[in-house]
């Protein structure tokens, strides 16, 4: 147990461990015939890399690697288009560092930037709206990104935006949410889950009451998770025993942190700026029903989809096929490791990323590649 | 990102925005606190922990809760990338157009 000593509570490890292996030998479940559980949330798959889990658990036990880290699952085309608004020259485009990288068809912001595009990287959506203040002769544009951990602080500042009756700020939005692409995921016949370990922080945002389709209508258990080693494991052992009894519930395993209504506050803001659009183009799983969300008509001034004409606010959106070799789409839904994808670690490593699963330390690939102690070829 | 950071709350620095200041190891920077601040008047919060997600305290926490999920952020390395990108933030929004 390389890592157990990097637990606050290896003892507490340990016998969680030992719960786990005992009732996957109860369940019958074999390294041949595995159960499958999805972690959602891309900060549960760095933490279960970087703990080790996957290996310290049984081998009956197998992590399918949700799509929970937006980054990776930014279509290329929505690139494209942040670099097409990030080259106008009103524009000072804000972003989120994480998406710096992420690979356009041309290009990345980072490379737009490098040839002298306006992109301020923001820790805070608080930031674009001062820098909207302090720039009132250039068009700020903040890039929305995130699942419902950030929504919540872009409808906020668009609130306070308009409270402000700012006239440079707006929000090119391409928020997503976490349960339908779960739902897309359960409807494929292709996909064989046994139970989700459920995110925790977009869980603090909405409550645990949106899951409760999996449990009903899927007959699948999902536990709300914290990002302790701990907390996995006991997550995990919830499941499972979930599984041994027959039962398929809701739980929720966070709940120092989780309230199972959610944040109230967090919740009413999103309901009044936002709206869920048809369909939402996902990198890896293609248009998934309501899965983003758009800003509604009351707040039109602060859509820069329409101040711009641009992305879904220019009618079909333009869609971009992965690049040749790329298999994220496929890893991103189980059917193949990242190991087992031709290019990982030769065409594509974190400091060349060829898809977006390579980006963020929360893409499976990226996890893999810094932690999953696999004997790579060298380059070519 | 996706993973909120644990900060303190050490100063209210406007009421009516619900905007206060936090110390995250050591980093103070300003944060909405609308999402915690519930009925009670927003001073009270002084004192307290929060997780704060992309400026926004989005959960109120105790601080033995603020320590265990700091040692796992920064085990995971997230604590570091965190607090560089608040500072970078502000070099940015420095930073002559």
Not at chain 2, 13 to 33: C, P, W
Request: hydrophobic share 40%; charged share 25%.
């Amino acid at each position: 147990m390389k890592y157990a000593e990097e637990f606050r509570d290896p003892k507490a490890a340990k016998g969680l461990l030992a719960q786990i292996a005992q009732v996957i030998d109860e369940l019958g479940a074999t390294k041949e015939k595995p159960v499958h559980i999805m972690e959602i949330c891309g900060g549960h798959t760095h933490a279960i890399f970087r703990y080790g889990l996957d290996k310290l658990t049984p081998e009956g036990l197998e992590f399918i690697h949700g799509p929970g880290c937006p980054v990776c699952v930014l279509p290329m085309s929505r690139v494209d288009e942040c670099v097409e608004l990030a080259e106008r020259p009103e524009v000072i485009f804000t972003t989120f560092g994480d998406a710096m990288r992420v690979p356009g068809t041309k290009k990345s912001l980072l490379q737009a930037k490098a040839e002298g595009a306006d992109i301020r990287m923001v820790y805070s959506p608080l930031d674009a709206l001062e820098l909207a203040r302090r720039n009132p002769d250039r068009e700020v544009v903040f890039f929305g990104l995130g699942f419902e951990t950030t929504t919540p602080s872009t409808a906020l500042s668009i609130q306070q935006a308009a409270s402000e009756e700012m006239a440079n700020f707006s929000v090119f939005c391409n928020h997503i949410t976490v349960p339908p692409p779960i739902k897309a995921l359960l409807d494929d016949p292709h996909m064989i889950l046994d139970g989700f370990v459920g995110p925790g922080h977009v869980s603090m945002v909405i409550g645990v009451e949106p899951y409760r389709f999996i449990a009903r209508d899927y007959g699948k258990p999902i536990v709300v998770a914290g990002f302790e080693p701990i907390d996995l494991l006991q997550s995990v052992l919830m499941v499972l025993e979930q599984m041994r009894d027959g039962r398929a519930e809701v739980e929720n395993q966070y709940s120092r942190v989780v309230q199972d209504d959610g944040n109230p506050v967090s919740i009413a803001a999103c309901d009044d700026v936002y709206e869920p659009r048809p369909t939402f183009e996902w990198r890896g799983l293609g248009e998934i029903d309501s899965s983003g969300l758009r800003i509604r008509e009351k707040y039109v001034a602060f859509d820069a989809e329409t101040k711009f004409s641009i992305g879904y606010g220019k009618g079909a959106p333009r869609f971009v096929p992965e690049p040749e070799g790329c298999a994220c789409g496929d890893v991103m839904t189980g059917r193949l490791k990242p190991i087992q994808c031709p290019q990982f670690g030769k065409g594509c490593t974190p400091e060349m990323p060829l898809g977006a699963l390579m980006v963020s330390s929360e893409g499976a690939c990226a996890a893999y590649y810094q932690y999953g102690g696999v004997d790579l070829e060298p380059a070519e | 990102m996706c993973l909120g950071i644990p900060g303190q709350i050490v100063e209210i620095s406007s009421a009516e925005k619900k905007l206060a200041i936090a110390d995250v190891s050591g980093v103070r920077r300003e944060v909405n606190v609308a999402c915690i601040a519930g009925d009670a008047p927003v001073e009270d919060l002084i004192g307290a922990w929060a997780l704060i997600h992309v400026g926004f305290a989005m959960s109120l926490i105790n601080e033995e809760e603020a320590a265990k999920t700091m040692d796992v952020l920064k085990m995971l390395g997230e604590a570091q990338e965190e607090i560089e990108a608040m500072r970078a933030s502000q070099r940015e929004m420095d930073r002559a157009s």
